[in-house]
């Protein structure tokens, strides 16, 4: 198998409060992991920031190769910022009306369709925010249902106030339920392109990717996790669609690690995503793969997104597999293996063990990425 030694990464995060600088020292710290595991030497350099985008540098040396990886991270921290710098009703209502957008967007019973576990992850945030509205209410106005005087309302509103503040947004917090409700703020805009910032956004993303692409390199991996892969499809369908040539005499692999191109595809109003995922199918020099898990409930689990999304005469991504449990010790798994958001997480965080899928190798290591598709726990990766 030949060896890379210089790679160009384009990384496209999932929904996460993070700036560049987190997801460094996020990858910073993945890195060490996955050195210990593999027995490598890995050095992440100090990110540099352009007009365009965020970069930071890592080499990575084993016995008998080295490799060097520039890591462009397209992250959307301003945006998640903004959505979630608003009061709490406006956040409310955010969410809420996203939800419906999505339900009567046709995105509802598409989940259920193609994913039903992702359809619940969809239904979850609204269900608790609606039983715990529900709660707030019943505590307001019970002497009313009681047939109390109206004066009992002096205790009973200011004690569902309290309520609310000690007991339900600290459960809301646990269970990221606005965060929740701002993802799917940030999925509805990028299904229907009708919001000016994020439009702005998505352009200066496809300028930075133009720039990354001009660099030399013996590999280009599109790395997009979780939501960021509706973002990458966007970007990277963008510059097909502005300048056919670029992937020309490029090796290129756009990897989708627990994506969720299908939450916002599945949208009717989302045209232009489905058009470009098309163009990603089509043009031949991009070897696409997905990345699965079966308990990551927050991915479309062995769907086929060039198929569901309008084009099923294209060549369909290759679907890689993978247990979580096999990548962390028996210890840690069982600590987090019921929080299904650190599970989600887990594609770009390091290991405790070797396993056949590892973030740090895939986009640093000497293997070529597109070689990510076909291990296994029976064909594991050889340094």
């Not at 990575?60 to 060097?68: I, L, N, P, R």
């Not at 060549?315 to 979580?324: F, L, N």
Request: proline content about 5%; some cysteine; aromatic content about 12%.
């Amino acid at each position: 198998m030949p060896r890379v030694t210089k790679r160009v990464v384009l990384h496209f995060p999932g929904f996460e409060p993070f700036d560049a600088e987190a997801h460094r020292l996020r990858y910073q710290r993945s890195a060490r992991q996955s050195a210990t595991a593999w027995e490598f030497k890995s050095d992440v350099g100090p990110l540099v920031r352009t007009r365009q985008a965020a970069h930071f540098d890592v080499d990575c040396a084993g016995s008998d190769w080295q490799t060097s990886s520039r890591i462009h991270v397209f992250d959307h921290d301003v945006l998640v910022g903004a959505l979630n710098r608003r009061p709490l009703v406006r956040r409310l209502a955010g969410g809420f009306a996203s939800a419906l957008h999505v339900a009567f967007s046709g995105g509802l019973c598409s989940y259920f369709r193609h994913a039903w576990r992702f359809g619940l992850f969809f239904l979850f945030p609204f269900l608790l925010a609606g039983l715990m509205t529900v709660a707030a209410l019943v505590v307001a106005f019970l002497p009313r249902a009681l047939d109390l005087s109206s004066w009992n309302l002096l205790w009973s509103v200011p004690l569902a106030a309290l309520l609310v503040r000690q007991v339900l947004l600290p459960v809301a917090a646990k269970f990221h339920t606005l965060h929740l409700f701002a993802d799917w703020e940030m999925a509805v805009a990028l299904a229907r392109l009708d919001r000016p910032d994020f439009n702005r956004w998505l352009e200066t993303c496809v300028d930075g990717a133009r720039e990354a692409f001009s660099e030399g390199a013996d590999e280009y991996l599109i790395s997009a996790h979780s939501m960021g892969a509706s973002v990458a499809a966007h970007v990277i369908g963008m510059l097909i669609e502005r300048h056919p040539d670029i992937l020309a005499g490029k090796r290129v692999v756009f990897a989708t690690l627990g994506g969720a191109i299908l939450q916002c595809a599945l949208m009717r109003p989302a045209e232009a995503l489905r058009a470009r995922v098309g163009a990603i199918a089509r043009a031949k020099e991009v070897f696409w793969f997905e990345v699965q898990c079966l308990t990551d409930v927050v991915n479309f689990y062995k769907t086929r997104v060039a198929t569901l999304t309008g084009h099923p005469q294209e060549k369909q991504p290759s679907i890689a597999y993978i247990k979580v449990k096999h990548m962390l010790s028996a210890d840690r798994y069982r600590k987090i293996r019921r929080t299904f958001l650190r599970v989600h997480r887990q594609y770009v965080l390091g290991p405790d063990v070797r396993a056949s899928f590892d973030f740090t190798l895939l986009t640093a290591g000497p293997l070529p990425a597109a070689a990510f598709a076909s291990f296994s726990r029976t064909n594991m990766p050889a340094l």
